[in-house]
């Protein structure tokens, strides 16, 4: 059996750089050629970055990635790199690449791949199951292929598919099966959620099965808006055995020698399997099998969920600053547990030096608020200041009339206020503290707490907001590291310190009877009736629902944030604001 | 030929509110049958209102649509109304009615009409063409039907159908024609968009001359969230003749006697035509036909655009803040043409004793600002206040070192800080006033003016507003009324007043240069190349679109707002925030 040097790179492209993004492709691809790497993959849609949503209608922005490939393809070639086939994930469309005029934007508009070999494109494929869920649009903007692109490289016959490809039955695998393929490469802009790295290696094993070949499985990295990729990028035999495995949430190159069947020779004439059509070419005179021990991309042990996700944020919101050229993020440290986290996640995304924390303290917070604040600044050596608010807010209502909640109000706005007067004058990117349980029960104000322009835990439920803190500190011990988060600030009961001695349980349940509700209902969809099955008390369930069928318009107005589970708020979940339906009657 | 009595009854249901809609349901089946109606058609959805989005997921939701359909027919029945025929949309799925436990939520939803007839259901049809485009996300929500349902009612053969069944060729309409049907129902939920009405006539002629049959097009009215839906019922013959149509935005029982072909006898064996099945069913027994006059539903004449607009602001405005039970409305008046705008249609929807205006000067507004602020609530009688900004503002000065752009944005949020705490103590929703075209390149200040719940002309480019204003003012001269917005307001250079002698043209080109550049790029999604052949100054085509590409934050963070066209924010336009891709390189 002929033996193939893959590498798998797990990239960081970044949406609509297609200069950037080329750029990252020709130098990882001289790395894959010193690791004497025969092919070379890269992930979905890698010259534009994913997901593009609107820019598809642009014609220009269309005309500009089919550009790109075709440049791409010329500079590796004047790189020295031509003989190496590389496939890449690019947007294209049907019709003349050039087109102005009168065509309908966004017509045909294909989610490709490209072989590039010799300073040119020798093989296309455009994807065939578009998914149309969850965080996913591509039937608004995509048109499926139905063409299965099969290339003979290195006497291998090798198929391209890319991402939801894997994830539905039938299709380009099951044509891949008739076709005899050796290989199946899968290039993916996957998302990350909570637990779907255990999912997908079974998934990818059933496909292995499915083709009967092997499976190369490559994923980008990177924070895009509300979504982070993970890599996990891995290779498979079509056995199911695990070759190599890369790691979660950072970029790498994973180079493996894979053992391949033979293909037949001639490729088999034109078919047609599972409704596709199979299309066969041929590349002649790929890179020679290195000499030299085997390349082994080696096999990375999965982590604890807490790590897991801590990385996702930390990564997710590093993306956001740094992508959208900010210099620094700013945000209000209460001495809370939320504050706290986030605090500790964009000092490890960005270093302490690019963190300010402002302390804002009313008459109503409490010493040990203003003690954790401080204290929290010093372990993490954030950017540290105090405004007292009590001053603005007294202006307010020495003017107007106000009493009980729009007092409780004012204060959260002043805070509002000033952080973005601190981001107007020095730069600072606001960064949102409120975690997905109050974003679910509307507990925050708007256009107050709620102001900012990135919210690190939008989807992290509260109680996985403690066990987050505990794991990071825990961790730091680990590492003899001084843990970040006050003990005082994860141990103490939550409270919006609005009015005096006010506790978030004057109001909503306790967390860990509010989040499983939550999770119930938003996550799993589940009505009235359904929880109370579950074991929840009927009453305890109607207030809940309750509060969260008339927050839509708070969450709505809420900044974005990664996006960690299958049901954040935003992307993923579309309620009408305008709505009577109540699962309570 | 046999003649039926069709009423088309065009009325506005609520998302959510099943028993309602049922009412509503009842009350005009009542109307419809003092009239001598002899087949009642309801819009699509009419059970759940449209659109219910990811309430489609809740299992109890489903069931609780298919419940309140029985129910509902048994409730005709009992109210004597048995023996007519009603056409109703609502949410059915596939499955058992009542399903609990492990069925995955939202399997095999149907957008979903239904025959009901001496109180029981006796047909179904499933929409077989779904939108995925705009406003429309249909394939993530609904499986297509295969099935053409043709009832046969007082001897004439009835195609059911929905919506976009009517928009895309082939399907149902074709199916229809092989069938040999003599009318087609379309139910639909259609919402509004400028010059919409100017194609769907000829639409419907279209496809009545490819189904061989006249259709009868009934169109829910009404406000939800951001889109409004219009009316413009209508029956159109075989032969293209528009028999009756009736107005747009207000509810309306369309009565019109309609001579149809006799059925074949007996129906058609079972046929499949252009890949649909189709299911015949009869329905014995309805109401005699009338005697007396014929019934004439008569023929609307097309009104200008801007009235249109203004109605379907109206509409939408009026419905969000009903259906969401505010008490009223409050709004910031500057003296500048975009609050006077909104403050005239907040008291056409609303009435004066429901709006709350507010002036809120600062050291920089000038002194015509605040008379013609008074103006403008002297004419339309609204509850008029003023509330100056100094103090607050030079609260924040004295303990905060802020400069240049920071300033300016602090006095827009500290007028945020007190419409928001009005609507605490007061109960007032807050209204939100930019335009489309400053919504557009960024040029207002996030959390400032952008603070409110909704916003009218959310969707309304600058040029058009100032059409708006004199429209209205026209039409007030017309009936004898006074003309609600001061002519100073719409004469005058707008000026965001932050900075001493500001004028928006410091920084943005004219309204009439800005807004054509603005319609191509947004709406005709033309890139930088396109709007330069369309004789744009490069210049200026640069400037702007830099300026719209960077303005996507703050976009997503603004109120919703009533959607007049193709390409709103919000729903219709989706842009990574994170983005590095720019027209001009």
Known sequence: MPTLRLALSQVNPSVGDLAGNADLVRSWTRQAADAGAQLVLFPELMLTGYPVEDLVFRRSFVAASRAALERLAADLAADGLGDLPVVVGYLDADGPPQVSGDAEPGRGARNAAALLHRGAVVARYFKHHLPNYGVFDEDRYFVSGDTLTVVRIGGVDVALTICEDLWQAGGPFAAARQAGVGLVVNINGSPYELNKDDIRLPLVRRRAAEAQAAIAYVNMIGGQDELVFEGDSMIVTADGELLARAPQFVEHLLVHDVELPAAATPPATEIVADGMRVAHSTVDGIPPTPSGPAAVGGLIEPVADEAEVWQALVLGLRDYVNKNRFPSVVLGLSGGIDSAVVAALAVDALGPDRVAGVSLPSQHSSEHSREDAADLAKRTGLDYRIEP????????????????????NLQARVRGV??????????????????????AVGYSTLYGDSVGGFNPVKDVWKTLIWRLAKWRNADAARRGETAPIPKNSIGKPPSAELSPGQLDSDTLPDYDVLDPI?????????GRDGLIESGHD????????????????????????????????????????????????
Chains 1, 2 share one sequence.
């Open 389 to 408: 608010i009590q001053p603005m807010v007294d202006g307010f209502l020495a003017n107007l009339s106000l009493s009980g909640l729009a007092v409780e």
């Open 538 to 585: 009927p009453a305890v369930v109607d207030k809940v629902l309750r509060l969260v069928d008339t927050a839509e318009y708070k969450r709505r107005q809420s900044a974005p944030g990664t996006k960690i589970s299958m049901k954040a708020f935003g992307r993923d979940r579309r309620l009408p604001i305008t709505n009577r339906w109540r699962e309570d009657g």
């Open 418 to 439: 000033i952080l973005m007067a601190l981001s107007n004058q020095e730069g600072h990117l606001v960064l949102t503290t409120g975690n997905k349980s109050e974003l």
């Open 518 to 526: 939550l999770i119930g209902y938003v996550d799993g969809d589940l």
